[in-house]
């Protein structure tokens, strides 16, 4: 017999037994058969529905990451409110919005070490503001600074290069303690250098904060637009319970925002006192008679921590509503 024929034959076979199973008896006979491998079956149905039921529980259930940390803290819808809120009452619209992407980890905390240990760093970061574009060589002369010092720069050196921003540096101790380094020149560089680190070491200090304070809300890059159809982009905007405050971002004296401020002011109806300056370093003594006889608050990064804690508090323990537009 050939193997076709054979294989016919099989499966006249199986026809048979299959017509067989369709009466009484065949379908006992069938169950009795297959009675193991339907019971097998049956079961591991049943261990796949009880995983379902358990991964929707889990799908479903809050994490307690989501849940709010108290009664106070503001949710981002919240937020959009309590800001829309403010912009109808100063009579402002929202021009746009300018979103950054966030910053790699490593420009970032290079932004706060340049920050917090800005009198330190104070040789190497005057000489990158001096030439941002890496038009030449920069070169740094060490001799006379202290160990602090020069491991600073030389920290903030290294880290230039390795984020690929310097196309080489080099420290030499002998003869002159000279360092050297050439930055490539790139827009992203010379933006960064120019002082939108220190935007990002602000930023990342607030995020800080709302770590144990997430009631702290910040809104950055904040394009507004008065009734007269005139614009201004602001660096950030913090709100707090009941109070909101404007702030601008500077490395340079705080007298170099007080004519965006005035602006602010004039323009736009902000009062001066929801006002707020962040300084890399500030002189103790002018600069703080000046933010007060211009009822500004005027700090430096090192003092922003304390800062929010007294807006929380001024915040928390008045009731006094946003106040009603005012123009000049």
Request: charge should be negative.
């Amino acid at each position: 017999m050939s193997k076709r024929s054979r294989d016919d034959c099989e499966s006249l076979d199986h026809c048979e037994v299959f017509r067989g199973c369709l009466t009484e008896g065949g379908l006992m006979w069938f169950w009795q058969r297959n009675k193991q491998q339907h019971l097998l079956v049956v079961s591991l149905l049943e261990q796949v529905i009880q995983q379902q039921a358990s991964l929707l529980e889990l799908l479903t259930r809050e994490p307690p990451q989501c849940k709010p940390h108290n009664q106070s803290t503001l949710s981002h819808e919240q937020l959009n409110q309590n800001l829309v809120k403010w912009l109808r009452q100063m009579e402002l619209g929202i021009a746009g919005v300018n979103k950054e992407a966030p910053p790699i980890k490593q420009i970032a905390q290079l932004a706060k070490y340049m920050a917090m240990n800005i009198n330190q760093a104070a040789p190497i970061i005057k000489a990158l503001e001096r030439d941002p574009q890496g038009k030449r060589r920069i070169r740094i002369d060490l001799k006379r600074q202290t160990p602090e010092v020069i491991a600073s720069c030389c920290h903030i050196a290294h880290s230039l290069d390795q984020l690929g921003m310097c196309l080489y540096s080099q420290y030499k101790k002998s003869p002159n303690c000279l360092l050297t380094l050439k930055l490539n020149g790139l827009p992203a560089t010379t933006s960064y250098l120019s002082g939108q680190w220190f935007k990002v070491a602000v930023a990342e200090k607030i995020k800080d904060y709302q770590q144990t304070n997430p009631e702290v809300q910040l809104v950055r890059n904040l394009a507004i637009r008065s009734a007269a159809g005139e614009q201004q982009q602001l660096d950030f905007i913090i709100a707090f319970e009941q109070r909101i405050v404007v702030v601008e971002v500077t490395t340079g004296r705080w007298q170099s925002q007080l004519q965006s401020l005035e602006r602010l002011h004039s323009h736009f109806g902000i009062p001066l006192e929801q006002c707020a300056v962040i300084l890399s370093e500030r002189d103790q003594q002018d600069d703080q008679h000046a933010g007060q006889m211009h009822t500004i608050d005027v700090l430096a990064i090192t003092e922003l921590e304390d800062w929010l804690d007294e807006q929380i508090y001024a915040s928390t323990t008045t009731e006094t509503e946003l106040p009603e537009a005012v123009y000049k």
